[in-house]
């Protein structure tokens, strides 16, 4: 079992009941401390009745012992779960500041990422495949210089996952307790997650997952992170809070640009109008914070000459395979042979019905 | 007086012989059949009283007793009718009873003694032929398809008068000559030609390698792309039939009653159940007398599932068996009959539920977890018997392709049997193997050994493209089909490559 403070040891009880963020606050605030409202619980018990109601007050004091304490703790332990609570030296001070931090992040993994420089990466679930691709490189990319903090949806938060995993720096905050996974077809992500980053949640184990957990999680992801790059975004998705709460306060904003007409990418173009700066290379975002990646030197992979005038015929934008096919002058049913090296190549991308972008 | 004549009886896809006893006794008038007859034939009584009266011939005010022998076997259809008729005839004296020695009697009776066309005459023939019956006597109606059995005399009559004039001398009926198949496969016209579809080069081609390795056919696309014409195109790709493939087809086609006035079947069937089909539609069944389902009646042809994942699980789930065996066996409690269902699987579905995924102009509106949630519809031991997968589009290319020229399913069938003929070659002396589709570990070994740089080259793609580890042998099926239609001996990184992009059902989705 990690070693706790008293003070760390009185948030953990405390965050153990499941009460609102704000009458945490007001009983942080009535007793002036975690351990003191522990301590003189019994001289404070009208004042925290009033808080918290009769009933739960009498609660609060049956757990209060020496045994009830541990109990919890080991509970916790034997989960695996770190608490990282506010008055932990782990406790990012980024996160602080922001108007309603969370009282403990429960933490599987390697907890000392969390004092790193963070950046976000988030996206919505219905990402193309050509912007998930991009979405792996820029993660890569960052991940040299930053710890990626990304959510553990599908799509967008996935592919940030993923690129961020193949450096190893990365951070999950997940919008539920860890008895719980969702998505279902992300488990063996999260593992990895756990096994090479950290996943960090401020819901107790036992909490299953909500719809108004999402919103709350992603306040989260901004306040951990420095900055934040948006991927992608529908016209109502949930990544503009994350977005709008990295810019309450005071992150740098980042978003993919978008062609008209991309459903995936209306909510991009409309932060990009309000606040966010347009991102389309890495250096964007690196030059944003001062920090200078050296480009590792990618290797070249040798490109036959049919791969070559395939490769030139895909063009900037998607491009369907008898477009391809009239550009490079190559019929199309022999296309298939070159487009399947340029993508086992990763030069480029399938999007479905045929149609193929650079990646 | 008593009388004896012979029928046949169907049982699944064999005849049986059938003694119909007649006796004529004293006593108030009445019919007695017996012998488990099902409704249509306890029924016959009405059909062979008017027909013999409307042939100038008395019923007997007698008491009539009837008997199918076998008495245990269960006798269903119509086909007694005329056997019925002939006995009483024969046992009231009518008609010399020496006459109908050694003849099988089959036929429908209409109340005014016309011979109406029956369902399973070819099999009955068949059956008949292969007991040693010598003459038969069948409706007009069926002479197309009896015409191609060799060996044992037929006659059509058209009423039951012509019959009894035929049996008595009064006006014998020539035999049926025998039918040449080859004129009548020299005369087939398929209905649907590759060179009426437009663009869809990927598909073709594909199409192509499926038919030339007889590989199962998986077309993904959004609605309206032309996945159904695509599909009715295959049997016109395919080599044309054998007289004894044709026979097989033929016989089960008569059985269940669809067989065209043609006779014979000459274009590989292709059949397209509508998604609510049951499991014993498509599989065969029925409560007492076993009938073939879709998949025996695509037999030799193509079995096209359209909608897949719209299908019931449990139907789906029943084409697994027959996939690997290319035969059905149907067990009732009235015993177990086997039909043939060697067929090639052609299945389309929309890319996700809304049908819009991937396409330029249309935003798909689904979430990953329902395009993974449709597309689980279909499990992964039948994907895996589906060694082709390919995505068919929407676009409207006109200007792009409306100055090439097609390619008619003629040419492309040219290079089809060309493959065929090499893997025909290939597969000489293996049990069970005819295509490459068929091929098991042993004949994977033998015939598709793997160059270094294949080897790497198919290990890469498995690294880069997400593919599941059991997608390996049918790449490798797939290589050996398109080295065939390139006319190579071994297999070149260039097919392993190409049979890989058939599998884009395969890669994981991120």
């Known amino acids: 079992m990690p070693s706790y403070t008293k003070e760390e040891k009185a948030a953990v009880w405390l965050d153990s009941f499941g009460l609102d963020l704000t009458k945490k606050q007001k009983l942080y605030r009535l007793a002036g401390g975690f351990y003191p409202l522990a301590a003189r619980f019994h001289a404070l018990r009208k004042g925290i009745e009033e808080i918290v109601g009769a009933e739960r007050a009498a609660e609060m004091e049956r757990s209060l012992t020496a045994q009830g304490v541990r109990s919890l703790l080991e509970e916790y332990a034997q989960k695996g779960v770190t608490c990282v609570s506010y008055p932990s030296a782990l406790y990012p001070e980024a996160l602080r500041h922001i108007p309603d931090p969370p009282l403990v992040l429960y933490c599987k993994g390697d907890t000392s990422l969390l004092g790193t420089r963070k950046f976000a990466i988030v996206g919505s679930r219905r990402t193309r495949p050509q912007t998930l691709k991009q979405t792996e490189k820029f993660a890569a990319g960052l991940a040299r210089a930053f710890t990626i903090v990304t959510g553990l949806a599908e799509g967008g938060d996935t592919a940030a996952a993923l690129g961020a995993l193949a450096v190893g720096k990365v951070i999950c905050v997940l919008p539920y307790g860890f008895d719980y996974v969702y998505p279902a077809c992300n488990a063996d992500l999260l593992a990895k997650v756990v096994q090479k980053g950290l996943a960090v949640s401020e819901y107790r184990p036992q909490e299953t997952v909500r719809n108004y957990h999402f919103p709350a999680r992603n306040r989260i992801i901004a306040g951990l992170s420095e900055g934040v790059l948006v991927v992608s975004a529908g016209a109502k998705s949930g990544t503009r809070t994350t977005a709008d709460s990295a810019f309450a306060y005071g992150r740098d904003v980042f978003a993919f640009p978008y062609d008209i007409g991309v459903t995936s990418g209306v909510g991009c173009n409309a932060l990009i109008k309000e606040y966010a700066k347009l991102a389309d290379e890495i250096v964007d975002i690196t030059a944003a914070f001062g920090i200078n990646l050296t480009e590792a030197a990618e290797e070249e992979p040798p490109l036959t000459p049919a791969e070559r005038a395939v490769l030139d015929a895909v063009g900037e934008e998607t491009a369907h395979i008898e477009e391809i096919a009239a550009r490079a002058g190559i019929p199309a049913h022999e296309l298939a042979v070159p487009l399947t090296m340029l993508q086992m190549k990763k030069k480029i991308v399938a999007c479905g019905g045929n149609r193929y972008s650079k990646g | ?510």
């Open chain 2, 1 to 510: 007086m008593l009388s004896k004549v012979t029928s046949f009886a169907l049982a699944g896809l064999e005849g049986v012989p059938v003694e119909v006893e007649t006796d004529i006794q004293s006593g108030l008038p009445g019919y007695e059949l017996v012998g488990l007859p099902d409704a249509a034939v306890r029924e016959s009584r009405e059909r062979v009283r008017s027909a013999l009266k409307n042939s100038g011939k008395n019923f007997p005010a007698r008491k009539v007793t009837v008997n199918l022998a076998p008495a245990d076997l269960r006798k269903e259809g119509s086909y007694f009718d005329l056997a019925i008729a002939v006995g009483i005839l024969a046992a009231t004296g009518q008609l010399e009873p020496t006459y109908t020695a050694g003849y099988v009697f089959l036929g429908e009776l209409a109340l005014d003694g016309a011979l109406r066309p029956v369902a399973g005459i070819l099999p009955l023939l068949i059956s008949a032929k292969a007991a040693g019956y010598k003459k038969v006597v069948i409706p007009a109606g069926n002479a197309g398809e009896a015409a191609y059995i060799e060996g044992i005399d037929t006659y059509a009559a058209s009423s039951l008068s012509q019959a009894i004039d035929h049996l008595s001398g009064f006006a014998p009926l020539p035999p049926l000559p025998v039918a040449r198949y080859g004129a009548a496969i020299a005369a087939r016209q398929e209905k649907f030609d590759l060179s009426f579809v437009k663009g869809q080069a990927v598909a073709k081609r594909a199409l192509e390698v499926a038919v030339s390795g007889s590989h199962n056919l998986l077309l993904v696309g959004p609605p309206g792309a032309g996945k159904t014409m695509l599909a009715r195109c295959i049997p016109g790709v395919m080599p044309a039939m054998t007289f004894e493939e044709a026979l097989e087809v033929t016989k089960i086609h008569s059985v269940a009653g669809i067989l065209g006035e043609e006779g014979i079947v000459t274009s590989r069937p292709f059949r397209s159940p509508h998604h609510t089909a049951t499991t014993v539609a498509i599989c065969g069944g029925g409560s007492r007398t076993v009938k073939p389902g879709e998949i025996s009646l695509a037999h030799n042809g193509v079995l096209f599932l359209d909608e897949m994942p719209e299908y019931h699980r449990s139907a789906l789930e029943a084409l697994r068996q027959p996939l690997e065996d290319g035969v059905i066996t149907v067990t009732r409690s009235g015993g177990a009959v086997t039909f043939p269902a060697n067929f090639m699987l052609c299945a389309s579905m929309n890319p996700c539920p809304c049908g819009n995924y991937g396409s330029a102009d249309r935003p798909c509106t689904c979430s990953p977890a329902a395009i993974r949630k449709y597309r689980a519809r279909i499990s992964g031991p039948l994907l895996d018997r589906i060694d082709i997968q390919v995505e068919v589009d929407s676009v409207k290319y006109d200007d792009l392709v409306s100055t090439r020229a097609e390619e008619s399913s003629a040419a492309v069938r040219a290079r089809v049997e060309k493959a065929r003929a090499v893997q025909r070659e290939r597969f000489e002396g293996r049990e069970g193997v005819l295509t490459n589709a068929d091929m098991g570990e042993r004949e994977l070994r033998d015939f598709c050994p793997l160059s270094r740089e294949c080897s790497d080259i198919l290990r890469l793609s498995f690294e880069r493209l997400h593919l599941s580890a059991r997608a390996r042998s049918r790449i490798i099926k797939v290589a050996r089909t398109i080295a065939d239609l390139a006319g190579e001996e071994s297999i070149s990184p260039a097919h392993i490559v190409e049979a890989v992009s058939y599998r884009t059902f395969d890669r994981e989705q991120v």
